[in-house]
């Protein structure tokens, strides 16, 4: 899909500066998986979910973009026509970076589901993990031919079922009773955070974060 349609010139336009981000797709990714828990969260929840991870603050036209994108998401996967797509750079931009940018994408939907309390089910452990494992793809230049551009189109085609079956059958939680958003309070003062995104979480959720927080090749 191309950049103007898919909304990546948008979401790089709006985040690519924010310098605690890899790439637009990390952040889309951190999205999906929260929001196959939660229900959208609004401007201001979204400003403690990113403070909590250590962002600074939004800037009005991005925390727009973002919270709009999120009620447009929420709904795409609920959609029975199955949709969603993963946001990643089109065709245009060298394969190594559609690759890191899938990475990137993968890392995000397992710490959003993670810092949401997403409880795995027994069918879903399989699938995290396989998550876990495109997240630490490292790209070498052998794949830039045909045959990588094919297992890119296929790990495109596998990942973006994943947060539907994520989404589907769970009664979403109000984003405000996410162990995430508990520990800061609507009106706490955001304490400074650690490098660790999954040390701000409170204890009952530690488990997933970790179980499913990829290291990331160097």
Request: aromatic letters at 6%.
């Amino acid at each position: 899909m191309q950049d103007d349609i898919s909304g990546w010139n948008d979401w790089s336009a709006a985040f690519e500066a924010i310098p605690e981000l890899n790439s637009p797709s990390e952040l889309q990714g951190l999205m999906t998986g929260m929001l196959c828990v939660t229900q959208a969260p609004t401007a201001e929840q979204w400003q403690l979910v990113l403070a909590q991870l250590g962002f600074e603050r939004l800037d009005d036209a991005a925390l727009q973009l973002l919270t709009e994108e999120a009620e447009d998401l929420a709904h795409a996967l609920s959609d029975a026509e199955m949709d969603y797509m993963p946001l990643l750079p089109d065709d245009e931009h060298p394969l190594s970076e559609r690759v890191a940018s899938l990475s990137d994408w993968c890392s995000g939907l397992l710490l959003g589901f993670g810092l949401a309390g997403g409880a795995v089910r027994p069918d879903e452990a399989e699938l995290l993990a396989d998550v876990q494992q495109i997240a630490t793809i490292a790209f070498d230049d052998g794949d830039d031919d045909e045959d990588g551009e094919i297992s890119y189109a296929d790990l495109v085609e596998f990942v973006r079922f994943i947060p539907l079956s994520l989404a589907t059958g769970r009664d979403k939680i109000a984003p405000q009773k996410t162990a995430l958003l508990a520990s800061a309070g609507a009106t706490a003062a955001i304490q400074p955070f650690a490098d660790d995104a999954s040390e701000q979480v409170s204890e009952p959720f530690l488990g997933v974060v970790e179980m499913f927080q990829p290291e990331r090749p160097s």
